[in-house]
């Protein structure tokens, strides 16, 4: 059965709209308007609404996403080579906490089944991590996970997984660098996840630059350092687990993964013995970001988990958006929903610090989009900044996470990280996510091990195909057969089984295990 022609605009002031019907349209398709394609248009591609002079604007989302390079008359296939991109937006004279989002009606009542932390926070899953200081160490501690995943943790059932937070952080970073503080603090920060329980364990090389200590200096880890000193009497310094390889006690290689075994069952035992308990939704820590977007990512699911995330900052939890250059040409829309100078201020020092950052590579944020994304209709990076924010939904923005560091308080935040997958979802593993949700519309089969990552297709086509990957499928919104807030409302339901464990995600399922990888704007020598 082949659908009539379906186009979508997003704003009353567009003069495109994308066409939604799978394999796109052919040239002289009449639309519903009467309007005739003198194109053909694939789909997720833009089709000119009116006939646009030569220089005028092309607005999507109602803000001009480039300016035409020739006129370019109604129906016309609009495609990247026919826009001019606009500059970024300056950073200066922006509007600061101007809007105020009207207060929203608490959502209560609902709950999931977390594993509550000492330290207050609650975790989805309960997983040994075992940190390493340097990237020397990753082999041995594979060899020992998979010795520890095949003769211990069939004795501990309570226990999820054991995962090794392996990185390629080593000596040759500038260590002293003010930029390493980033890749240092994010990898303490990781380590300290509430999918965690607190049960932090290390393994060093012993000669290294990061030393355990640095990286996780005494009082950094409160409930085991409080834990150990009651226990055993011992002092705080004493209480970081370190097995160091070169420790002269080690003579040859079986001796070092014993030892990270007998290690890691102190953990697996006090892990084991956990059990979920009934929790307010408002413990959810969300991460939200997108990766192979296409045109439908910002009409189909990023509206949707925009609405989600509307829902879980209603029902009191936290929720994370990042990916600093897809969100740098609406800053004026972030600023003026901070729900404090101060906030609009802290997101301008982000931006402003990451624009300097990418002119010291010589390039700008239009060296974000992919030859995919482009594929998918986003002609540029304008286009897909404005598809990509909507997922922050349209509560005030309650506060900013820098790269690397915690989420401190509950609400809508901005936490600044590249666009990076591997590195944003790194980053809110820092910021202490216990759920990530991600968006796609090209398709990735991104996973993580530390958190479930809960996938959202932005068009069924993708989700038919992948119907063995993709968690949600947000397709239906452009198919006309479900609303934003209908696919919003069965995400947030979702969230809540995931984050109980009664459900896993496909990703889950599979094990697909994205690699963490470390935001290290410092040299390397
Ligand atoms: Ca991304």
Not at 97 to 104: D, E, L, M, S, V
């Amino acid at each position: 059965m082949t659908r009539p022609p379906h186009t979508i605009r997003m704003h009353a002031a567009d003069n495109v709209a994308i066409v939604a019907n799978d394999g796109g349209l052919p040239a002289g398709t009449v639309l519903a308007d009467g309007l005739v394609l003198l194109d053909k248009v694939p789909q997720a591609h833009k089709v000119a609404l009116v006939d646009i002079p030569e220089g005028s604007a092309v607005r999507r989302y109602g803000v001009p996403i480039g300016y035409a390079v020739q006129s370019i008359p109604a129906g016309s296939w609009v495609h990247e080579r026919l826009l001019h991109m606009p500059d970024a937006r300056e950073l200066d004279g922006l509007p600061i906490a101007t809007t105020k989002p009207p207060a929203q009606e608490p959502l209560t009542g609902h709950t999931f089944e977390g594993y509550r932390n000492p330290d207050g926070s609650v975790g989805t899953r309960n997983i040994l991590a075992i940190t390493q200081t340097v990237q020397c160490v990753a082999g041995v501690t594979d060899f020992a996970v998979r010795r520890i995943k095949a003769e211990l943790l069939p004795r501990y059932p309570n226990v999820d997984d054991v995962v090794a937070l392996a990185h390629t952080y080593g000596c040759g970073v500038a260590i002293d660098a003010p930029d390493a503080a980033i890749p240092i603090r994010t990898l303490r920060n990781i380590s300290l996840n509430p999918n965690f329980g607190g049960e932090v364990m290390v393994v060093s090389l012993g000669c290294e630059k990061l030393q355990p200590e640095r990286l996780l200096p005494p009082g950094s880890i409160p409930l085991v350092d409080e834990r150990n000193v009651a226990d055993v009497g011992a002092s705080a310094d004493a209480a970081l687990d370190v097995v160091c390889l070169q420790d002269d006690a080690h003579v040859g290689f079986m001796s070092m993964v014993d030892s990270i075994l007998r290690q890691a069952e102190q953990h697996l035992e006090r892990l084991n013995a956990r059990r979920r308990e009934t929790v307010p939704a408002s413990e959810l820590v969300v991460g939200v970001q997108c990766g192979g977007s296409d045109a439908f990512s910002g009409v189909t699911a990023n509206p949707a988990v925009g609405f989600c995330t509307d829902l879980l900052v209603r029902a009191g939890a936290t929720v994370m958006f990042s990916e600093v250059t897809e969100v740098r040409d609406g800053i004026d829309q972030l600023t003026s929903r901070a729900s404090t100078p101060g906030v609009a201020q802290a997101m301008i020092g982000q931006m402003a610090w990451y624009d300097a950052y990418l002119a010291r590579g010589r390039v700008d944020r239009s060296a974000n989009t992919t030859p995919g994304n482009k594929k998918g209709g986003l002609s540029n990076i304008v286009e897909k900044a404005m598809g990509s924010i909507v997922k922050s939904g349209s509560a005030a923005i309650s506060g900013v996470v820098a790269p690397g560091e915690k989420a401190r308080h509950k609400g809508l935040l901005y936490a600044a990280t590249p666009a990076s997958d591997f590195i944003c979802g790194t980053l809110q593993l820092a910021a202490g996510m216990n759920l990530h949700v991600f968006t796609t519309g090209r398709g990735t089969p991104y996973g993580l091990a530390e958190v479930p990552v809960i996938k959202v297709a932005t068009r069924s086509d993708l989700a038919r195909r992948w119907h063995d990957l993709m968690d949600v499928n947000a397709g239906r919104i452009a198919d006309g057969e479900a609303g934003i807030e209908d696919v919003g409302w069965e995400l947030f339901h979702l969230m809540l089984d995931v984050a109980s464990g009664r459900r896993k995600t496909w990703a889950e399922r599979w094990k697909l295990h994205n690699a963490l990888v470390l935001f290290n704007p410092a040299p390397v020598t």
